[in-house]
């Protein structure tokens, strides 16, 4: 059974890079059937698409927030890693890692989300 567990700190000040970590079990971030993705949900807002880190260690990022993402893994330790520079109160939201099917794309599974707040 796969699963996704996200972790980092719930609380980040203004300015400041929001860094979060996806552990996944079960399956090898290197399978060449999937890519690896984070997504967010704001307070009473949609889910947005952060951006991806393929089998092969590509990224491809949302356009919209492309300038402050990044994305990167830790094969030996099965992990992906999200930063968000120069967070404000609007990155607020909860963030889930996910894992997305290269085939017809589905997003699943989804770790549980960990809510993050931007708060001086």
């Known amino acids: 059974q796969v699963q996704l567990q996200e972790s980092g700190p719930g609380l980040v000040k203004p300015s400041q890079t929001l860094s979060l970590t996806c552990s996944v079990s079960?399956?090898?971030?290197?399978?060449?059937?999937?890519?690896w993705s984070w997504i967010r949900q704001p307070p009473g807002k949609a889910l947005e698409w952060i951006g991806y880190?393929?089998?092969?260690?590509?990224?491809y990022y949302s356009p919209s927030l492309k300038s402050r993402t990044s994305i990167s893994r830790n094969t030996s330790k099965n992990q992906f890693t999200l930063e968000l520079r120069s967070v404000t109160p609007e990155d607020t939201a909860t963030y889930y890692c996910?894992?997305?099917?290269?085939?017809?794309?589905?997003?699943?599974?989804w770790g549980q989300g960990t809510q993050v707040t931007v708060s001086s």
């Open positions: 996910a894992r997305v099917g290269v085939d017809y794309g589905a997003f699943t599974p």
């Open positions: 079960g399956d090898s971030i290197t399978t060449d059937s999937y890519y």
């Open positions: 880190i393929t089998y092969s260690g590509s990224t």
